[in-house]
């Protein structure tokens, strides 16, 4: 598939301005494991290769082992991730298909006895970046050859 469009030249201020904003987001203070955790699981949903291949990178130069990373797509029941990394994970997948799974009560309330109102903003933000990107990447073809893999 080749690139329909490089959002970088198409538009350049706004691409610097959301690349600004998307870095801003991930140095708020949540975990570089926990964001990239946040990223890849979106990525899965939304079916964005471009960035699942960095996202598991980045995972892997932080530490994250394999098995977690071959069982992200099926964490509810795989036993090896954290309560906190789970509340993130159900906000994530609720907030990213929030279309058919809102975010009920009760997925809140899991989030909420594990974040801090202050996480649960930056956790959110977080989400709505990894969206965003996937749009663009999957939108524009973002994951073609022209970018090097």
């Given amino acids: 598939m080749t690139m329909r469009n ?6 350049p201020s706004l691409l610097q301005a959301w690349l600004a904003f998307s870095n801003q987001v991930g140095e708020s203070g949540l975990e570089k494991s926990l964001n990239e955790l946040v990223k890849i699981r979106a990525s899965q949903i939304n079916g964005c290769p471009n960035c699942l291949n960095m996202h598991t990178a980045e995972a892997r130069k932080l530490g994250e082992t394999e098995q977690r990373l ?9 036993p090896c991730y954290t309560d906190r990394e789970r ?3 159900a906000w994530t997948e609720h907030l990213t298909e929030v279309s058919t799974k809102r975010a009920p009560d009760a997925v809140y309330a899991t989030l909420d006895a594990q974040f801090s109102k202050e996480e649960q903003v930056k956790l959110t933000m977080m989400i709505n970046v990894i969206n965003g990107w996937n749009r663009l990447a999957v939108g524009f073809a973002l994951y073609a050859p022209e970018l090097g893999w």
């Avoid at 071959?70 to 795989?78: F, T």
């Fill in 6 to 11: 490089n959002i970088y030249t198409a538009a």
């Fill in 70 to 78: 071959h069982l992200l797509a099926a964490w509810e029941e795989a």
């Fill in 87 to 89: 509340a993130a994970l």
